[in-house]
Each structure stands twice: as C-alpha cells, then as structure tokens.
C-alpha cells in the first residue's frame, strides 16, 4: 500500500470516533423490522458498486450498533480502537497473512511473536525460549485453551484417551465472580458443568483462598475427583476484583494444580507502572490470558494465551497431517501450538499499537483510564449514590438508597440512560447482594471530565424520573 493510504487509513478511524462522539450512544431496533431493511437494503441476488455497498453497510451500522468506541459507552470492556490498530488490521486483510504455517508468513508470525514477548515481559516472565503464547479469538478461545493445556498437562493419557480413560473426573477452581466462560470450556471438553467448582469470594468479592484449599482437599478426598486446575482472575468483569493471586500460587505450588490467570481485561494495567504491582503474582502463573481487544484498544477479535509449558502446550495441541507444509527448525508452526488452523494474523494490530504508543505512551493511556475511573468515583459519591466495589481499577459499581429499596431498579435506570441517548451503562448482579447495582467501566481512551459528569447526571436524571 503507498504511505499516503496508511495516513488516509488513520485520519479515516480518527474522524469516525470524533463524529460518533456528538452523537446517541445507542439506539433500539426491533429484530424483525432491521432484518427486513437489511435484505432491502443489501440485496444479495444481484452484483452492485461495491462503494455503494460499502456506504450502505456503513449507514446500517452507524445507525443501528451500541457504540462501543463512543467516550460515553461505560459497558462491558469494549474499548475504542486505537487508529493504528485499524490501519494493521486492514493491510493484514489486503495481505491475507496465513499463519498457520510459520512458512507461509513468516514476517506476521515474528511480528506477533515479538509482540507477545513484550506481553511475557510484563507479566514478569523472561521472554525465553520456554514461552509459548499466540494469539487467540479472545478470552474464550484462551480459557478454553488454558482447560485443554492443563488437561494435557495434568493425564498424560488424555489426547489419546480422553476423559474416558482417567481413573478420577477432572475439576477447576474459579472465584464465584470469575468468567463463565470456563462453564463453555468445560463442556467442550466434554467434562460438563459439574467439574467447575465455585469458590466462594470474600467481601471484596475476591476469591477466598482458605476455601479453595478445603474444597481441592475435599474433593482430593473422594477419591472421585482429580483437582487440576485453578483460575485466578486478575480484574472480574461484573466488579473488576482481583484474586490474591500470591495466595493462589501458594496453594498451586503446593498442592500440585496448574494456575491460570484470567487477566483478560485486567491484563492491561501492566503497562501502568502506577498499577501493575497490584497485578503482583501473575508472574506466578503457569498460563494467562489477556485480551488485546479490552484495555490494549485493538479491534475485536484479538485474545492472547500466554504459557510457560512448551511440553504441556505441545501434548495439547499438537496434531500432524501429511498435507500441511514441513516445519522450519527454530520456529513453531502456529496450526500446531494452540486451537486455530487457519489463522488471520490477529495480533499484528497489537504490535501495531505497542510499536506507535511505547510504554511511556500506552502507560499514558491506561493511567488516564484509571484517573477517570476515580473521577466517577468521586462523582457518585458528591450526587448521593455509593460505590460498592473495591478495586484499583476503572470499573465502578454503584447503587442509590432507591434502588436498594426497590423503589426502582438498577436494570430501568439504565435503560433510561440508555434511552436518553447520553450514556451506556448496565446493570449486574455481585455475589451476596440482594438487588442488582449499576456497573459503569471506562473502556475508551477517549472519555474525559465531562463525559463522566454528563453520565452522572444522566443516573441522576433517570432516579428523578
Ligand atoms: C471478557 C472476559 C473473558 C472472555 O473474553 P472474550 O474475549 O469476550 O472471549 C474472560 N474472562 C474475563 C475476566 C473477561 O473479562
């Protein structure tokens, strides 16, 4: 591609954030009526100017989508995208990287690698010849990597015997306010919902560790299950906790059981010398997952599974086929280290990002998140609400006596907001409390001051209501 499209590229990703900015968060469609304009508007039965169709597409999403790169989307770690990332993603498309051979791209599959020790690094690993990470399609495909490498790790006779031939059925840990995600890992494997044990959190909804260590113990007991891994969450989706992740790697050291860490948003305060130390103990980890596509601010689609068992990684996934091309010696062939065959060169918008902002410049980017965080603190407590959660992080939970009450609810407050067009805020439900509370999480870059004095005064409006 000639330069001058590169920078067309990135005026093009700016320009389309700043404009959406003056407009609705969100709007509501009925599925049938959208569907119906859809094939009307996109008929499939005849060839057309693809600028037309493109323009179309562009009309259809614009008018109808939850902007997640809006300032004022307070949602569910969907970030704002960083242009560059945008830029890297479609001159990867142009290319069709195929990384599922190193062979085939090697330049994509070097650039993605070097990304991911940059990432190893920061979670405190030595970027050695011990790391195996790729890139995954987000923190599902992690996590169910993570199930299948422990898996592996834990029965050597697994690959071949499956959860058939074990003399015990296999279970995980996770903190009751970690990712349910591990409930879809699990039935893959065809171990079903059962071999997931809930911890208990404590009150700031935190996994308790003397709990984990009594169930591994009880379960040890029966001599009908075989604990083998436990997942430590560094930054929970509904309250943004973070495990004792020492405490955790203690009872796995001790006990024998691999220790994941889900960092899949939190992962990103590493780049914050401010706030990496509460991350401390990931480095313990035997495997992380950490999501390109929340708090790094690259396009969907862009997870990470990061291990420090080459053997562990290679019983998982390795599978050899006649067809495929040979493998080059000093370089793993990515169809054979992790879930995907075919695969789109996902993580070089990462290193994209890394590349143009460095650290300083990514520390930036986190660190503003986190001062706006504390901004909303600030300001629901100044307008009357309290805050209910406890965490370094952005992510703000937070309710109102009317709510408590049930004078109204979390869910018609934020529908309100929603309406209003002002904002995007959700509803959640944390352990141990009765009604639902109100989750707001500064997931864009982009938000600033008066973002999060216009949201509160949306809240306010909608308890007014
Ligand atoms: C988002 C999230 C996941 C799931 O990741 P996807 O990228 O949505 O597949 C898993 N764990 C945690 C803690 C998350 O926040």
Redesign the pocket.
């Known amino acids: 591609m000639p330069r001058s499209s590169f920078a067309s590229l990135l005026a093009t990703a700016d320009a389309i954030a700043r404009q959406l900015a003056n407009g609705p968060v969100a709007t509501r469609v009925a599925p049938a009526a959208l569907r119906r304009l859809v094939a009307e508007r996109l008929p499939l039965d005849r060839a057309q100017d693809p600028d037309q169709v493109l323009a179309t597409i562009e009309d259809l999403i614009r008018r109808f989508s939850v902007h997640v790169t809006h300032p004022r989307y307070f949602g569910?770690?969907n970030p704002s995208v960083l242009p560059e990332t945008v830029a890297a993603a479609a001159l990867t498309a142009v290319y069709n990287c195929q990384e599922a051979v190193w062979s085939h791209a090697p330049a994509a599959a070097e650039i993605e690698q070097h990304a991911l020790r940059r990432m190893a690094t920061l979670i405190g690993w030595s970027a050695d010849a011990a790391l195996r990470a790729h890139f995954t399609?987000?923190?599902?495909?992690?996590?169910l990597s993570a199930v299948v490498v422990a898996l592996a790790h834990a029965f050597p006779g697994w690959a071949e015997q499956g959860v058939r031939g074990l003399p015990a059925d296999p279970v995980l840990y996770v903190a009751g306010e970690?990712?349910h995600?591990f409930i879809r890992a699990v039935r893959v494997c065809g171990l079903g919902d059962a071999a997931v044990r809930w911890v208990p959190v404590d009150a700031q909804l935190r996994m308790d560790v003397a709990a984990l260590r009594d169930a591994i113990a009880e379960d040890r007991a029966t001599g009908r299950h075989a604990p083998f891994l436990v997942v430590g969450?560094?930054?929970?989706?509904a309250a943004g906790a973070i495990d004792p992740l020492p405490a955790i790697a203690d009872a796995c050291d001790e006990l024998g059981v691999w220790f994941h860490c889900?960092?899949?948003?939190?992962g990103g305060a590493l780049l914050s010398p401010t706030l990496r130390g509460h991350l401390a103990g990931i480095e313990r980890a035997h495997s992380v997952?950490w999501?390109a596509?929340?708090w790094l601010s690259c396009p969907m689609g862009s997870?990470a599974f990061l291990c420090r068992r080459p053997d562990a990684v290679a019983a998982a996934f390795d599978v050899a086929s006649g067809y495929m091309p040979s493998a080059r010696e000093g370089a793993d062939d990515p169809h054979r280290v992790s879930m995907q065959w075919s695969r789109r060169a996902i993580g070089v918008p990462v290193a994209a990002a890394l590349a143009t902002r460095g650290p300083d410049g990514y520390a930036a980017l986190i660190d503003h998140q986190a001062a706006m965080g504390d901004a909303l603190r600030a300001g629901l407590l100044r307008a009357g609400l309290r805050v209910v959660n406890d965490t370094p992080l952005p992510l703000v939970c937070f309710t109102h006596d009317r709510i408590d009450s049930g004078t109204t609810t979390a869910a018609a407050i934020a529908r309100h907001v929603e309406r209003s067009g002002v904002a995007w805020v959700s509803p959640v439900k944390l352990a141990a409390r009765e009604s639902r509370v109100l989750r707001a999480c500064i997931t864009s870059f982009r938000t600033e001051q008066g973002d999060v004095d216009a949201l509160i005064a949306a809240v306010t409006a909608a308890l007014d209501a």
Not at 137 to 143: L, P, R, T, V, Y
Not at 233 to 237: D, L, Q, R, V, Y
């Open positions: 569910l770690f399609s987000g923190g599902q495909e992690a996590n970690g990712h995600s969450t560094a930054g929970t989706t889900d960092a899949a948003w939190g997952t999501d596509h929340k997870g």
